[in-house]
């Protein structure tokens, strides 16, 4: 008999692989604290370079701390030459998300403290990342719209350079505002699928650039952050379908009837509200007003609560939207297009990311386990202990 637990089938709902001081959430309540700080309180009075540094150090930083931080992050905007140069030579039609992971490498390479493992260089790596992807998703879309990147504008901060490295126009200050509201929003969630994956990684003792790179990867699916652009791309559809917005009910039922999910909606530990969403509509709705796009926070108010109507109709407990969705419209508020949209969930996250991959490779031995190794059962074929005969091509005909 196997000395093992059984969480088969259950994507390890639950089962605690590690322990972590960099966020928690209470799924019951609809609480996220980043390293002891309540999300609410963080986005409301928080910048994102200062959440950045909460969760990459781990304690709110001191005036000069902060100044130092914001000017290693500046510091380090520029891209090595030869990426953008190598971007010229690459389909135009790739996608930004396979653009985003396939730079990682090319970033390592770049990088004069790849093979040292202290922790403060991979601090430095770490800051060096993050100020480094908004310039790659930036660079490669100006490339493949026959553009020629910008360079950084140091006066700007962390969002703001982001939106006039990608538009070319310096962006208004309640926009650029709004967003690193939502990059702080995005930035850590404990251990989702992305962050599993970086940390699964890294605990091989693979650097930082592959398990951030593996991020990337994991968070690219529909399930997981590829389905910020998925709900703009329903919501394309359902205007392709219906002739008026009463029509949106019975679309949103059939859906959920033929057995398919609702993207946005639904979280695989909140089971309540997701305390991000609340936040994230409410200034999807003020942005909507400013920008004339009310329709489009109607219609995805109005998916919300149908979705909400026909699991209470089904007899299920509940579901409500996650991060992804009013993230989408609030991007394309900004003019940012949909296949940007979940490599911004990756310009935000990577902080979180980068955190818990330092928190992996220095936390203390018995906080975490050395090597993921889990196991699983063998259902295939056996055919006991010398194994199946084999037989050369010829006998098998
Ligand atoms: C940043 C993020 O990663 S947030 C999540 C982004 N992903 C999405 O928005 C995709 C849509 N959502 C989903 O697929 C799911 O809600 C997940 C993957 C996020 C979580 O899934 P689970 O942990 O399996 O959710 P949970 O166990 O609570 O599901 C309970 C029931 O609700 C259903 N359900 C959950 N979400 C949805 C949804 N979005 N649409 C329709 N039904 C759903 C499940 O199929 C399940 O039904 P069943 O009891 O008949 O089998
Ligand atoms: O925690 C999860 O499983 C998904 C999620 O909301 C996130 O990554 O922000």
């Known amino acids: 008999m196997k000395n093992t637990v059984r969480i088969k089938n259950m994507g390890l709902r639950g089962v605690p692989v590690a322990d972590t001081k960099i966020s928690f959430i209470d799924g019951l309540k609809g ?5 002891g700080y309540r999300i609410e309180e963080l986005a409301e009075k928080s910048s994102f370079v200062e959440t950045a540094y909460l969760l990459l150090n781990g304690t709110l930083p001191r005036t000069k701390e902060l100044e130092q931080f914001n000017a290693e992050l500046v510091a380090s905007r520029k891209l090595p030459d030869f990426i953008l140069k190598s971007f010229r ?8 998300m396979d653009v985003l992971q396939a730079s990682l490498p090319l970033l390592a390479m770049a990088d004069p403290e790849l093979m040292d493992e202290t922790r403060d260089a991979n601090v ?23 553009l020629d990147p910008l360079p950084p504008d140091h006066a700007l901060s962390h969002t703001a350079n982001f939106l006039w ?29 992305s962050t599993f994956a970086c940390r699964e990684v890294v605990s091989t003792r693979a650097h930082m650039y592959a398990g951030v790179s593996a991020g990337i990867g994991a968070l690219s699916g529909s399930l997981h952050g590829g389905a910020n652009a998925k709900v703009m791309e329903m919501l394309f559809q359902i205007e392709k379908e219906i002739s008026s917005e009463d029509d949106i009910a019975k679309w949103v039922k059939q859906k959920m ?5 609702m993207m946005g909606m639904g979280h695989a530990v909140y089971k309540t509200f997701d305390p991000r969403s ?35 109709r089904k007899g ?66 056996y055919c006991g202990a010398m194994g199946c005969e084999y037989k050369s091509v010829d006998q098998r005909g």
């Not at 908004?134 to 660079?139: C, N, S, T, V």
């Not at 310096?170 to 929003?185: E, N, R, S, T, Y």
């Not at 009837?257 to 999910?261: C, N, S, V």
């Open 31 to 35: 609480i996220l604290i980043y390293r």
């Open 89 to 96: 030579n690459w389909p135009k039609n790739a996608a930004p």
């Open 124 to 146: 430095r790596k770490a800051i060096r990342i993050i100020a480094r992807m908004p310039a790659i998703l930036a660079g490669w879309h100006r490339i493949r719209n026959g």
């Open 165 to 193: 490295q990608l538009h070319g126009r310096k962006p208004d200050v309640h926009m650029a505002k709004d967003l690193d509201v939502c990059m702080i929003l995005h930035a850590e969630h404990t251990f989702n699928a």
């Open 257 to 261: 009837d033929r057995g398919e999910k």
């Open 278 to 312: 609340i936040i994230l509509k409410e200034i999807c709705r003020r942005l909507a007003v400013e920008t004339g796009h009310m329709k489009w926070y109607r219609w995805l108010s109005r998916i919300e609560e149908e979705c909400h109507r026909e699991f209470e």
């Open 316 to 381: 299920k407990s509940w579901i409500k939207s996650n991060v992804d969705f009013y993230a989408g419209l609030l991007y394309a508020m900004m003019d940012i297009p949909v296949d940007l949209m979940t490599p911004m969930f990756a310009l935000s996250i990577v902080t979180g990311w980068c955190s818990h991959v330092i928190e992996e490779k220095f936390a203390e031995a018995q906080e975490k386990p050395v090597l993921y190794r889990p196991e699983a059962d063998y259902v295939g074929d």
